[in-house]
Structure formats: structure tokens, C-alpha cells
């Protein structure tokens, strides 16, 4: 059968133009200058030719020659389906309820503008106006945390002390300040930990790290000197007493506090689940394919119970894409977020999707409104084959309506308002996506979620103490442990509920590292140490050392997870000193912390009477 185009639709000046391969049946579009119907008529096969403002478009259908039928070379449209476009509208500009409604109204005027004061207080350097990578530190005037907190402003870090006595933290600074031995920021961030509602959202703004230095008050109760020489010496028994807020308060209590302050800002290892049909199901997409520019495209996602990996529950986004109707391109998006989420703990989106070989988009919202701007990032899929796609924030580009906004704002990572998956013959400013084709498709979507990319570093830090796991062990002697293990109960449950802090922490899913030192002393750093896990070694250790070790751990790879005590080799009743002439080498921290072949989930609790030891803790 021979095969050709209608000669009333290509033929110019009594020629027929040349054309590739063609096949009956198949549409093939034809490019015109305007106000001509037939001259320059070009057919392609497979490929959609550019579009000039010079140029439009008509379609023709291929036929055996010798066919008469008058639908060849005839422009068609499908019709467009209105009440698809209005369902659409409807369902991403849903009406508030009236009591929501009444709620945003009334909130509006309490809420705090970007030009309100800050109620923290800036001791060093300068606060930025969207400040970074900044440290908080709890207990930031005792023994170890002033000591974090120098360590840190000498790195030049951005750090934000919890505080409660804010004179106090200012006459205790001063000379670091006044001596310009930091380059960082200190900001002082008034709180008393025991009391949720001082802990100001405005103080965990920016915060990437945390180091809990934050103890219950033991003194003396014949009474201390004013700077507490007695409690600091760490080495001379006096008989202690709980002074102030309780050890529950505290040690447990107080954890909690600080850690739900600072959900939005620390993240998760495993990252938060955004889209996950098989443990949240209120995350609902619907619609938003070419109908709304008069296309016919459809589609929608769906979940289906055995549609993931292993049979597990996914989300299928499939339909049909058809670029008639100067259309082409189908997507689903969720409802705007109620509240929109605050992902700035991550560094970006992960998907875990089922591939059919084309290109598609993954797009991220700011803004509640409809019709706006999209960070938009496009990721290449392979057919039939299972794969983990990373959208680093970094990588997305502000678009709208398929164009790249040159002077677009950066992705705002506080407030991420709804997300869309899209499939379309356009990538940006004109260009095509290389495998767009027309037809139907399937996009099998397991989990959408936020991803850490490197969770083997601490993000909090927490210094708590040897001994938490031994009051109640099952064959101890306590008659030969610490005094804090002997007077564990009469001191309120010290140990109990610092046992209970560690537990908060773990238990938070942030990446960890609880250090138990034995009693801290203020002797100089320098001195040989040992680490160790399970919980049963005993001496002393200078506050400078783990200072040191705190501020060396939000820096170490592999340490995430991991709770160890540490201790040095120096005997108790033996003084440490160092020569001021010729002090110890600085402490190479990764080396020591390698060497030492620290286990994580190592916590020498113990579980239904059984003492774990150094393996690791299973409930």
C-alpha cells in the first residue's frame, strides 16, 4: 500500500513537499507563517517543532493514498471539559470553615512581624537577620557549658545561651568579650528550661545543633562560697543537697521542654514522612492537569494497598497526557498544608518511586495561593525499576507557568505550603523534556519525605553522667559506687531522671551523643583518658576536656546514636598538673573517639532485671 500525504494539504506550487516516514493513522503537526493555510508545510515524526510568535500550528492525519476522507489535513480539538475545570478550582480553593475563618482573623494581630524586637540579648559579634548554623546551649553558665560556650565563639560559631540569670551570664563572659578572643556571635536567650512558655520560638530560629550542659544544683549544705569552689573542686566529699528546681524538673522535664521547642529546627535521622501511605493518610493530591489552559489531559493519584515495593501500600500517579489542545502536561498536588510545614532541619526531599523512563517534575510551594510560584526540580526515572531520588532545597529553581523566575526569591524552607508531581512536554523557557511522550502513564510513589544527608553526626549533643544506670542494677555493690549512686534517692532521683533526659533524647530520633563523664573536677585538660560503654567505670575528669570532647563531637562522622562514659587515667586522689611552659599537645578527638570503638545503642541500662553490658540495648 502506498503511503503519502493529501496533496491539498502540502502541495505548493504544484510540488509535494518531501516528508520522513509516515504512517497512516499517526497526527502529524504543520508548521505555517501566518495569514497562509498550505504554503511551507513541513511534517515531523516524533517530535514537537518549536513554536515561534511567528508561527502557528495545524494538525493533519495520516492516510493511505487513495483515501478521501475529508477529516485529513483538517485542524481538530477535543472538547474541553468545563466542569473538570471547575471541580478543579473548587478543590484547591475550598472555603475556610467560618470557625477557621474567626480564628486566622483573631490571630493575625498577635502575630509577631518580622520588625518586632527580639527579647534576646547580643553580647558578641553581630546577629544576622536569617542567622544560620547556630549552636544553642543549655546550662550555658555552669561548669562545662561556659566552657562550650568560649570553645565555640572561639571557632567563631553563632551561639544562643539559654539562660536564666542574664546579669550573671553577662559578668561571667565579659572577659572572653573584652579580651576579643571570639570571633562568633553570643546571643543570650533568656529561658528558664523548667518553664515551656519561656522558651520563645524566636530562640530556636536558625539552630542546626544543641549541647545540653543543663544540671540540677547540687551544694554543700554546710553552704559554698559564692563562685561554688566547693561543688566545682569535683574531689573533697561535702554532704550535697538538691538546691532549687527538683532533678525531675530538670533533668527530665526540662529535656522535654527544650527538645519540643526545638522540633522544627533539629531534625529526625530517618527524616519526617510527608507523603507515606502506609502510616499517614491525610496527606490528600488532587488534580491539576492542562484542563486549566483548555487542554484534555487527565490524571490522578490513587492509593493502592499492594502498589509498593514488596506490596506495601503506594501512591499510583497515572493517567493520560495528550497535547491536544495546545495542552500537554498532567500533575497532582496536595492541599495546601494545615499548618504548612517548617523542613528547614533538612536538606531536602526524598522520594522513592517506581519509574516508566521519562522525565518528571517534583515541585515545592511557599505560597497558600493557587496560582503562584513552584521550586521546581525535574528527575529522570528508569522503566520498571525501583529508585531513591534526592531533591536537594538547593536545587530547586523558583518557576512559574514553565518559566524560570530570574529574580525569584530563595526556596523558603519554613514554610513549605503544598507539593506537586508533574509530568509535561515542557521543561523551562521553551525547551522540551527529552522523553515526554504522549499517551498514558504510571508513576508508582512509595514515600515522600525530608532526608538528612549526613545523620552520622550529632546534632544534640548531651552531657549527663557515669552512674545513671546503676542505681537497681542487679547484683552491684552501691556501698562501693560514687556517692551520687549511693544517694541517688535522697538527692530526688539524680541519676533516675537523668536516665530519663537520655532516654527523651534517644527516644526524639535526632542524632545523639550522650556523654556520662565521672566526677568533673577543675583540674587542666591534658591528662590521658579512657572511654569506655556500660556504664561501670569510675574517677574523675576535667571540665576542660569535656568541653572540649562536646564541641569535637557536633564535628565527628559516625558518632550519631552513641552513649559512652569517659574518664582519666590519672588516680582520684592523685592532683593533675601540667607545666604552663610546656603545656600538652592540643587532643586529636577523632583519633581517640576511632580508637575507642564506640558502639551505638550501647547504653548498660538495665532490661526486665537482665544488665545489657556493652551491647546493645533491644526493648
Excluded at 199 to 221: R, S
Excluded at 238 to 256: A, C, L
Excluded at 433 to 446: A, D, K, M, T
Aim: proline share 7%; net charge neutral.
Amino acid at each position: 500500500m502506498k503511503i503519502g500525504v493529501s496533496a491539498s494539504s502540502v502541495r505548493r506550487g504544484g510540488e509535494r513537499c518531501t516528508a520522513l516516514p509516515i504512517v497512516p493513522g499517526e497526527r502529524k503537526m504543520c508548521k505555517e507563517p501566518q495569514g497562509l493555510h498550505t504554503a511551507g508545510c513541513m511534517v515531523t515524526r516524533g517530535k514537537l517543532l518549536p513554536r515561534k510568535s511567528n508561527t502557528h500550528y495545524r494538525h493533519f492525519t495520516v492516510r493511505a493514498a487513495g483515501n478521501n476522507s475529508e477529516e485529513t489535513g483538517k485542524d481538530t480539538k477535543a472538547k474541553w471539559d468545563l466542569g473538570r475545570f471547575v471541580k478543579t478550582l473548587w478543590f484547591f480553593n475550598k472555603p475556610s470553615s467560618p470557625f477557621n475563618l474567626v480564628k486566622d482573623t483573631l490571630a493575625k494581630p498577635f502575630s509577631k512581624t518580622e520588625d518586632s524586637e527580639s527579647s534576646m540579648i547580643v553580647l558578641a559579634g553581630t546577629r544576622e537577620r536569617e542567622a544560620e548554623n547556630v549552636v544553642i546551649v543549655a546550662g550555658a553558665t555552669g561548669g562545662v557549658g561556659k566552657r562550650v560556650v568560649t570553645l565555640l565563639l572561639n571557632q567563631g560559631r553563632h551561639v544562643r545561651a539559654l539562660v536564666r540569670d542574664v546579669e550573671k551570664a553577662k559578668s561571667l563572659y565579659a572577659p572572653v568579650i573584652e579580651h576579643g578572643r571570639s570571633s562568633g556571635c553570643l546571643e543570650l536567650a533568656p529561658a528558664d528550661i523548667t518553664q515551656a512558655k519561656t522558651l520563645l520560638p524566636e530562640y530556636f530560629t536558625g539552630v542546626k545543633q544543641l549541647v545540653w550542659c543543663a544540671a540540677t544544683k547540687i551544694v554543700p549544705k554546710e553552704g559554698d562560697t559564692e563562685d561554688r569552689q566547693k561543688y566545682y573542686q569535683g574531689i573533697k566529699f561535702y554532704d550535697p543537697e538538691v538546691e532549687g528546681d527538683t532533678p525531675e524538673s530538670v533533668e527530665y522535664r526540662g529535656m522535654m521542654n527544650v527538645l519540643d521547642a526545638l522540633q522544627n529546627s533539629l531534625p529526625k535521622a530517618e527524616g519526617i514522612d510527608i507523603f507515606n501511605p502506609a502510616v499517614k493518610k491525610d496527606v490528600i493530591f488532587g488534580p491539576i492537569d492542562d484542563v486549566v489552559m483548555g487542554g484534555v489531559s487527565s490524571s490522578m493519584l490513587s492509593v493502592s494497598p499492594l502498589g509498593g515495593e514488596q506490596g506495601t501500600p503506594a501512591g499510583i500517579f497515572a493517567g493520560n497526557v495528550t497535547q491536544a489542545n495546545n495542552g500537554g502536561f498532567a500533575s497532582v498536588r496536595s492541599r495546601n498544608f494545615t499548618p504548612s510545614l517548617d523542613v528547614s532541619a533538612y536538606d531536602g526531599f526524598e522520594m522513592r518511586v517506581k519509574g516508566d523512563g521519562q522525565r518528571y517534575k517534583f515541585i515545592a510551594r511557599t505560597e497558600d495561593a493557587f496560582d503562584g510560584v513552584g521550586y521546581t526540580c525535574s528527575f529522570d526515572t528508569k522503566p520498571g525499576i525501583w529508585q531513591t531520588i534526592r531533591i536537594p532545597f538547593d536545587k530547586l529553581i523558583p518557576v512559574f507557568r514553565a518559566k524560570i523566575v530570574r529574580d525569584g526569591t530563595k526556596f523558603n524552607q519554613h514554610h513549605v505550603s503544598s507539593l506537586q508531581l508533574m509530568l509535561s512536554k515542557f521543561e523551562y523557557d521553551g525547551q522540551l523534556n527529552p522523553s515526554w511522550s504522549e499517551g498514558s502513564f504510571e508513576l508508582p510513589v512509595q514515600y515522600i519525605k525530608t532526608y538528612v544527608e549526613d545523620p552520622s553526626i550529632p546534632r544534640c549533643v548531651m552531657v549527663s553522667s557515669a552512674g545513671v544506670t546503676r542505681p537497681g542494677r542487679p547484683g552491684i555493690n552501691v556501698e562501693e559506687e560514687p556517692p551520687a549512686v549511693k544517694m541517688n534517692d535522697m538527692l530526688g532521683g539524680l541519676l533516675t531522671f537523668k536516665e530519663k533526659g537520655e532516654d527523651v533524647v534517644r527516644e526524639s530520633g535526632i542524632p545523639h551523643a550522650i556523654v556520662r563523664p565521672v566526677a568533673l573536677t577543675e583540674e587542666p585538660a591534658g591528662a590521658e583518658l579512657e572511654l569506655d560503654q556500660g556504664d561501670t567505670i569510675k574517677g574523675k575528669i576535667s571540665r576542660d576536656d569535656v568541653a572540649e570532647l562536646c564541641v569535637s563531637l557536633l564535628e565527628q562522622k559516625d558518632m550519631a546514636n552513641v552513649t559512652f562514659e569517659i574518664k582519666s587515667t590519672v588516680p582520684f586522689s592523685t592532683p593533675f598538673e601540667i607545666d604552663p611552659s610546656n603545656p600538652p599537645p592540643p587532643r586529636d578527638w577523632g583519633a581517640l573517639l576511632r580508637t575507642s570503638k564506640l558502639k551505638p545503642h550501647v547504653t548498660g541500662k538495665t532490661i526486665d532485671g537482665v544488665y545489657t553490658g556493652r551491647e546493645k540495648a533491644t526493648v
